[in-house]
């Protein structure tokens, strides 16, 4: 490379923010809402689902970048998803050893993780052209995009529908369900995931100029 | 586009194939002890959550040697059989077998108020994979204490559902013998148990055939501690 450019140049700072704002996997391309909906009912399960998804699209960003000249495009999809199968094996792995009740509540959805579309996405689109360190930018990018809203959806959900944090009983401390609130019984059930995510579109859209369509 | 020949891609699959099947082995045994000992714990908690214990993950152990009074394995003719550790057998073998020479484990809980219940386990087959859990008995041997279920990869949501605390709760004070002392196991009823009933409850709605394969599950089980509940009923007269 002739004119090496700095490891944190604007256009690869980009790489990392636009995905949390213009760029959102999930609000603006709407990919990997199935996970969004099933994993989000408590706090605990998003954050480690979004780990989970920064750990593998990152990591295989990186494998698919570096092997990017050898990998023959007429078996491409067939190593990506190879590589991607592998780091969910690995990590649905490392979970059963080191967080056996988050990776039970977790259940599929952990394997389900090769088939999000976000992380294939990012391969074929991304790494198979960009170097290794762009491709790493943009992976942990792209999943932090995707675990920022799952976290927003499980902190939502597990506080309006069963008033816990982590957990720990918010409301009751604070001695909401006195003055008659009662926990929202429909926030534990899928489509107010989808609710959520449609309110956050929603705000997300009327504050950023960029996304707003013309009629 | 760089073109590639046949034997490259053939050479490129195969060493990537070894690369990946070596990485995941290693990680497979290399975390092995660790899951083995989590899933010992999980047991644990299923068979304390039968005797309505709450737990977790750091109390099960010590909460399971202070319940816990005695554990054993009887054959079909219920004699004791002592060479075997009851913890250590697993059911979903022992169910394979036919009804003779099935080893079957029996777990005794003393709990605070002085009563004793007997805890058998079950397992059976769900839609996706196994589907199994531990059922607690009064010491009449007809009424339930409590029951947990647990399941490999039934469908979340439907199937799924049958770990979850309600289901299981259903199960108390529920009778698996008649009043003629027939055995009639418990039934899983679509569109709601008839709550005087004393051996129905609630199916789960969308999940038919896991329902159907719990039934069948305690119907297979606990028929096999038949004679065994029959003979300790005949003690305590």
Redesign the interface.
């Known amino acids: 490379m002739s004119d090496r450019e700095p490891l944190f140049s604007s256009k690869n700072i980009k790489l990392l923010t636009n995905p949390l704002n213009v760029d959102n996997p999930i609000t603006v391309q709407v990919l990997g809402i199935c996970s969004a909906l ?1 994993i989000t009912v408590k706090l605990e399960p998003s954050i480690v689902m979004a780990i989970s998804v920064i750990v593998v699209l990152s990591v295989s960003n990186v494998v698919i970048s570096a092997l990017r ?7 491409r999809i ?2 990506q998803l ?1 590589v991607i199968a ?1 780091m969910v ?2 990590v649905d ?2 979970l ?3 967080a ?2 988050v990776s ?1 509540q977790l ?3 952990v394997g389900l993780i090769i088939t999000n579309c976000i992380i294939m996405g990012r391969l074929e689109a991304f790494a198979m052209s960009n170097s290794p360190w762009t491709a790493f930018l943009d992976g942990i990018g792209n999943s932090i995009g995707y675990g920022v809203i799952l976290i927003i959806v499980g902190f939502f959900r597990e506080l309006l529908g069963s008033g816990e944090i982590f957990g720990y009983p918010v409301f009751e401390k604070i001695g909401i369900y006195n003055i008659g609130y009662e926990n929202n019984g429909f926030m534990i059930l ?1 489509p107010m995931a989808l609710i959520i995510i449609g309110v956050i579109i929603w705000v997300q859209r009327s504050r950023t100029k960029e996304l707003i369509e013309e009629s | 586009m760089k073109s590639f020949s046949n034997t490259y891609i053939f050479v490129f699959s195969t060493i990537m194939v070894v690369i990946v099947a070596a990485l995941l082995s290693t990680a497979a045994m290399v975390l092995q002890p660790l899951q083995e000992r989590n899933i010992k714990i999980q047991k644990k908690r299923n068979i304390l959550s039968s005797i309505r214990i709450e737990n977790n993950a750091k109390n099960a152990e010590e909460l399971y040697d202070k319940y816990i009074s005695n554990s054993f394995v009887i054959n079909a003719e219920t004699e004791e059989q002592e060479s075997f550790n009851a913890f250590e057998i697993e059911m979903g073998l022992q169910m394979k077998k036919s009804p003779e020479q099935r080893s079957l484990p029996v777990f005794i809980s003393s709990l605070d108020d002085g009563t004793k219940k007997y805890i058998v386990p079950v397992h059976g087959k769900g839609l996706w994979g196994p589907i199994y859990g531990f059922v607690a008995l009064n010491d009449d041997f007809i009424t339930l204490y409590g029951a947990v279920f647990n399941h490999d990869d039934e469908t979340p949501g439907l199937g799924a559902e049958i770990d979850t605390d309600w289901f299981g709760a259903q199960f108390a004070d529920k009778k698996i013998f008649n009043k003629n002392m027939k055995f009639i196991s418990i039934d899983l009823v679509k569109g709601g148990a008839d709550p005087e009933s004393l051996n129905e409850v609630d199916a789960i709605s969308g999940g038919t055939l896991t329902s159907d394969g719990l039934e069948k599950m305690l119907y297979d089980c606990l028929s096999s501690y038949q004679t065994y509940f029959k003979n300790q009923m005949k003690n305590n007269k």
Do not use: N
Not at chain 1, 69 to 75: F, S
């Open positions: 099933a000249k050898m990998i023959p495009p007429r078996i067939i190593v190879t592998t094996i690995l792995q490392v059963k050893a080191f056996y009740d039970k259940s599929v959805f899928p």
